[in-house]
């Protein structure tokens, strides 16, 4: 349920990765609070995507996408994308709003 938790959040998070810091912070808490998560829970969801080798070895290549707006994908990026859908299939997440959560780590 933690992966579940911890991907959702990270695809909302990508989503305002464009906005000020200010708006950033107000939407964070909002969503935090739309999905009734505690700060607890949200220590919860933070641990258990930083213990993922496989998504924490394709921050490298995350980047080198994110930079190229898309056109480098990397080997670990696509298995850590991969992985994320095997684990939450659910997500409506793209690519690219993985990648960034995969930054945010």
Request: hydrophobic letters at 50%.
């Amino acid at each position: 349920m933690n992966v579940i938790k911890t991907l959702s959040l990270a695809a909302l998070m990508a989503l305002t990765g464009t906005v000020s810091a200010t708006s950033f912070v107000v939407t964070t808490d909002a969503v935090v609070g739309a999905v009734g998560a505690t700060s607890e829970a949200s220590s919860d969801v933070s641990s258990s995507f930083t213990d993922d080798k496989i998504v924490l070895a394709a921050r490298d290549d995350a980047a080198a996408f994110v930079a190229s707006q898309g056109d480098i994908r990397g080997v670990r990026l696509e298995a850590a994308l991969q992985h994320i859908r095997q684990q939450v299939p659910t997500l409506q997440g793209d690519d690219m709003q993985l990648a960034t959560a995969i930054l945010s780590l």
